[in-house]
């Protein structure tokens, strides 16, 4: 029984869903709950020590909780890490989180949360019938190459979330060198000057086939599928994602449909991965969300259905197997 259950935040004045949903239904079981910053966590007079609070008391959307007491991290039973810690911490934060997941397990290993929040990730896990058709490079050619072979495609940044700079582009477009510019780095300096006199100027982006028609999300948790619902993009936008204006509706997802997402659920689980969401068109995985996910809080709001029970009681079955 994993009773003691601490979960990392990186804003504990505005409390999202995640957070709210699962610590109202863990409290309601009898677990005590502590939400810590995540940004606050350091190693000291022999132990690993965030600062936090219990909850005690039910949470709303927006709740936030004072983090103003010590929280001695070995003694947790379960750690979630819900946010990344702050860009400016580097891999030296995602280092003393690794030291304490050898001592505390988390519901995400920590090593495959660093590891796998990324687009090129999909490569790695997915069958070839899941996998939608990729290129992650820091090569513009590879990325033109790339759209003139599909007409049109979606660029996008391995690592941005909520649907920042996704493009849909258009190879005959008069914006698409720039967009490509935009997204691998680099500029006309390039062709004048070498690399050794400005510096390597390239970074990483990921050219998807683009798939029209609804795109929906799938909540894995404990190498379960576990539910999901359709997304609807807003008018004159490609994107789906609720960040950018977009819906919600109910689906039905087929018995295959399932089978696919269950096997999926149990290749993360097996790397230590037992949260994550997932977005797909026309069962083609485009992305994992393995960082604060998004999805139960919807389905239980907009069609009346709570899973947080299903994706605790599988996170658990998992943890303790």
Known sequence: MLEKITIFSNNLNNLDENKVGFTNYLRDIGCTVTICDVNTLCYKSGGFIARGNEVRHELNLADGIPADINVYLAEQDVIWLLNQPAPCFGVDAWSLLWALNQKVPFVNAVANTYLTNNKGFLAGILDEDSLIETVVSYDTDDHRQFAEEYNVSIIKPPSDGCGSRVFLVDPSGDNFGVILQAMCGGSSGSHIHADTITGLNRTYAVSQKFIPGSEARV????????????????????RANFAQGGGFLRTDFSESDRLRYGKIAQKLRNIGVNFCGLDVRDGKVLEFNLVDPGGLHTIKREFGEDLHGAAWDAIVESLCA
């Open 219 to 238: 909540i894995l948790a404990g190498g379960k599928f576990i539910g999901g619902y359709a997304k609807t993009a807003p008018e004159n936008d490609h």
